[in-house]
């Protein structure tokens, strides 16, 4: 790791001084246009090729040999929505492996139950009530926790609410409160713990997703809309941090939840084919990722990939292939 610290360091003040001789000698000289932009066209190509090259190198040597997970000792986990599913699960498997883990749920008797639960395997766990929908609840409780215990180094959101109706029959407050949870909460919380991130140069932020958030669904319009931000969320502040040389250590990983036991995925013809993947088993999946530094984990692991692939075909191909496989579906008679 310090080795390529140093080689990109290395690059990037290369590529710095060159653009600084080009602005104080080449432009004077030659203007701004024409063979001005030679010998920057020429640095760009040169540091494309050594980057292509370098990725495909580093892929080809972790495949042969896969990179070492990081420990998760010493780790402090804040989870939203720990008291039940696979927020719960996560919360039991991390305190396994050494994290001290914060659990956030607004079902209070459960929450505790994963606290005490944690407590008596000789885990670390603390149990806080929060509503994550409610902005001033979050930067209350996240302003508490800074005040008597370590700040936290990872954030993993599951809380979801889910509500299944056409669009005209949904009533504002169920829409209003699908938004709330499923994107406007990742906001909140974001903001409340990543500038704590920042100025530590270390964190893990990892948002729960679904397939509502790859492809669109019937009757399920504020939870793909949600879905939909949640995916550009994640996708933005990943660039952001890694745009900045000061924030490129803190990782993101967004998680594409297809079928999961307790999780109701969209029904289709094949869901025979392959076994409904346990909570045990998704958070298991789930780790890993994390573990491996992962920025997009799917489960079932084809999922995203399928879709994506479906995505480029054109759109009365794709929707076509979407009625054959889904079955109960209104689609079945529509041919545009």
Known sequence: MARQNVFVRTIGGAARKFRAIQEVWILPWWGSGGWANVPLWTLDC????????????VAAF?????????SMYGETVLITGAGRGLGR?????????????????RDEPRNQAVVHEIRSRDGEAYGYTVDVSSREQVELIAGSMRRFQTDVSMVICTAEEQTYAPFLQLKPEEALRVVEVNLLAHFWIIRAFLPHMIARRHGHLVAVNCCAGLLPRADAAPHCAAMYGLRGLMDSISEELRLDTWTKSIRTTSV????????????????????????????????????????????PSFMRWFIQLSNILPYRIRIIFMDFFTFSHRGWFCFC
Not at 46 to 57: E, I
Not at 95 to 101: E, I, N, R, S, T
Not at 279 to 294: F, L, P, Q, V, Y
């Open 256 to 299: 594409y939840l297809g079928s999961v036991t307790p999780h109701q995925a969209p029904p289709h013809r094949f869901t025979g084919c392959y076994q409904e993947v346990s909570t045990e088993e998704a958070a298991r999946i789930i780790i890993d990722g994390i573990r491996k530094n992962k920025r997009n984990i799917s489960i």
């Open 46 to 57: 040169v540091v494309l090729v050594v980057k292509l090259c370098s990725t495909c190198a």
């Open 89 to 105: 699960e996560l919360a039991l498997q991390l305190a396994g492996l050494g994290a001290a883990v914060v659990c956030w749920d």
């Open 62 to 70: 972790h495949f042969i040999i896969p990179p070492v997970m990081k």
